[in-house]
């Protein structure tokens, strides 16, 4: 696969995940940007964005005035439901002001991303702009993408065969583990931005721990004053298990089976992005309940592009994936998942061969020899 670095053009990306300067300005991926930039594409969408804030925030209100209105009782798990469904939407529009999808200057940026995630869901805005950052700049690299570390889950044949304890141990049958694993990605979010707090890469500490320390202390206070110890562990667990379960339906889509890269695999940024990523057909409630990550290959391309634009610059792109002969995947919603379990099956393959391979192996145990009966001498 060749290494070449390909230019983005400005405003086609964010400082996120913008490619290497000093590459070809006449390359594949810039004639493209010179099409989706000529039909608009690129432009801001300040109503689109101040009506979505404003519908996210407002069900957000909602939720907890709900809660607080039911009182202590077991309804309250509807209302788990419904304020899952409001958090996962509120990470969706953070990662687009991650993106600066939304503003155009940073601080806009970074002082809405604090609100919403922070203080808003308790997921810190820091850890994620550096995890996602990495993403972005290689996805499915195995030593620089963090989302295919191998810490629970192994994404590759290579990585199976070296893994050790838990991955090792979940690896065999991942697959079957996947789903019920992202009913604790609601509680990992929360951990791993506390963990990131002391991280030396982490900026603007203190107010990202303070928004955080407010946002944990407001959640647990209305769970316990509200509601018996019983049932604000049940609420607890419900709400966060569900918002972990969605965010993982969101985002397992996008990578999850297709190529994966290692080592000097480094193609130019359109095939980068392009073939490590994967679309979800669908039409406006796939648009909503995605947030437009549905468009997951236009959106690596552009990373700055409104949602509202994805679903038109994908008529673009894919035509010129086909001038080009570039595989260009899409699929259904349900087919992605299909697609993603048996690639994860497929994968743990080494791990249940050697597994069955060492079985074999071992010596079988020899029975045991009754000791000869000694006949008595009647002589």
């Known amino acids: 696969m060749t290494t070449t670095m390909e230019h983005v053009p400005a405003g086609a990306a964010s400082e996120t995940d913008a490619p290497e300067a000093g590459s070809r300005a006449g390359s594949d991926f810039a004639r493209l940007s010179k099409r989706v930039t000529a039909a608009g594409l690129l432009?801001?969408?300040?109503?689109?964005?101040?009506?979505?804030l404003g519908t996210v925030t407002a069900l957000f209100v909602v939720g907890w005035v709900a809660f607080f209105a039911v009182g202590d009782s077991w309804w309250q798990l509807a209302v788990a439901g419904f304020l899952a469904a409001v958090f996962g939407q509120i990470a969706l529009i953070t990662h687009d002001l991650a993106h600066r999808q939304v503003f155009r200057k940073r601080q806009g940026s970074e002082l809405g991303g604090r609100l919403f995630g922070n203080l808003g869901i308790g997921m810190?805005?820091?850890?994620?702009?550096?995890?996602?950052?990495?993403?972005?700049?290689?996805?499915?690299?195995?030593?620089?993408?963090?989302?295919?570390n191998p810490d629970i889950?192994?994404?590759s044949e290579g990585q199976a065969k070296e893994s050790k304890g838990i991955p090792r141990f979940i690896g065999r049958y991942q697959a079957y583990f996947f789903f019920p694993l992202l009913t604790l990605e609601g509680f990992n979010l929360h951990v791993a931005g506390m963990r990131a707090l002391t991280s030396p890469a982490m900026k603007r500490k203190g107010l990202e721990a303070t928004l955080l320390a407010i946002h944990c202390a407001a959640y647990l206070a209305a769970l316990f004053l509200v509601?018996?110890?019983?049932?604000a562990l049940v609420f607890l667990f419900v709400h966060q298990a569900l918002f972990g379960v969605y965010l993982g339906c969101t985002f397992a889509p996008n990578h999850k089976g297709m190529p994966t890269l290692k080592g000097d695999d480094r193609p130019d940024f359109l095939r980068?992005?392009?073939?490590?990523?994967?679309?979800?057909?669908?039409?406006?409630l796939t648009d909503i309940a995605l947030g437009g990550l549905n468009?997951?290959?236009?959106?690596?391309?552009?990373?700055?592009?409104p949602t509202p634009h994805l679903r038109h610059a994908q008529v673009i792109v894919r035509e010129y994936c086909a001038e080009l002969d570039i595989p260009y995947h899409e699929t259904g919603l349900i087919a992605s998942y299909g697609e993603a379990l048996r690639y994860m099956h497929r994968i743990g393959a080494p791990i249940r061969d050697a597994d069955k391979a060492a079985a074999q192996a071992e010596p079988k145990a020899q029975p045991i020899l009754e000791p000869a009966k000694v006949q008595p001498d009647l002589s």
Do not use: C
């Open 272 to 284: 980068r992005q392009v073939l490590t990523s994967r679309n979800v057909r669908g039409g406006l």
């Open 227 to 231: 509601l018996s110890p019983g049932k």
């Open 124 to 148: 810190s805005y820091g850890w994620w702009m550096n995890k996602h950052t990495r993403h972005h700049a290689n996805p499915n690299h195995e030593e620089l993408d963090p989302d295919v």
């Open 153 to 155: 889950l192994v994404w």
């Open 295 to 305: 468009y997951q290959i236009e959106h690596h391309l552009f990373p700055s592009m």
């Open 43 to 52: 432009e801001r969408r300040p109503g689109y964005y101040a009506a979505r």
